[in-house]
């Protein structure tokens, strides 16, 4: 099982970084976005991360561009890798639509952070194609991914997944369909937990992120990090897990819903818990 040719559906952060790395590793890479513009913004955000890679002895930005082509709509490939919003059933019409468009043999990956894969499978006939594959941001830039089997996930996908991601100069590691899987069911509470820090005056978001930092050799705190992530995308994982695993404590903070609803989402809209220029 080989994916020469592959398909990226959703052109933001997640997956202009995704077609960048996969173009890079000299696969054919189409890269699709439903949304106006969505697919000439990624790729602007591809040359900026590429030229800055080039002055550090990373290929000419031209040569994996290259690689790039624009996708009008679910086209036939080897693989598809699926970036689209945090949504459960906006990722299953999507994974319905290129079941539908794709050949039977192809390979459907979801980029998921947290929403189950076997749910994703369920929506397609060739349940045991399909497969989670969790980059983290920057794609380019950070080295693991989750490899996730859904209930219904092959041997034969699950193996080429994990060849697949190590020729892309990733380290896989692999995990069993649960919801969050092993990252976010570690990483979101820790967010969490400091937004409730912050919420209950415990410090300031400066400080909170300071002690990360100094205290636990993390390179960002975990206010940043959010910031990083976006606060929605925060508050769908800890949804999924809160509803899936069953225990409050997974319960988004109350601040973390009220800069949403006022949409302060984080570096994307400017302001989360910091404000960016």
Known sequence: MTFDRVLVAGAGQMGAGIAQVVAASGREVLLYDSVPGAV???????????????EKGGPPPDDVLGRVTTAEELVDADLLIEAIVEH????????????AAMSPGAVLASNTSSIPITELAAATARPERVVGMHFF???????????I?????????????????RDLGKT????????????????????????????????????????????????????????LIGLDTCVAIMEVLHEGLGDPKYAPCPLLRRHVAAGRLGRKTGRGFYEYA
């Open 149 to 165: 089997r859904a209930e219904q996930t092959s041997d034969e996908t699950a193996e080429a997944i994990v060849a697949f991601a």
């Open 40 to 54: 000439d913004r990624g790729v602007e955000t591809m040359g900026r991360s590429l030229a800055r890679l080039h």
């Open 137 to 147: 941001n920057p794609v380019p830039m950070l080295p693991l991914v989750e490899v």
């Open 88 to 99: 459960a059933e906006t990722k299953k019409e999507l994974f319905r639509a290129a079941d």
């Open 172 to 227: 896989p590691a692999e995990a069993n369909d649960y919801p969050g899987f092993v990252s976010n069911r570690i990483l979101m509470p820790f967010l969490n937990e400091a937004a409730y820090a912050l919420m209950e005056g415990v410090a300031e978001p400066e400080a909170i992120d300071t002690v990360a930092r100094l205290g636990f050799a993390h390179p960002m705190g975990p206010l940043a990090l959010a910031d």
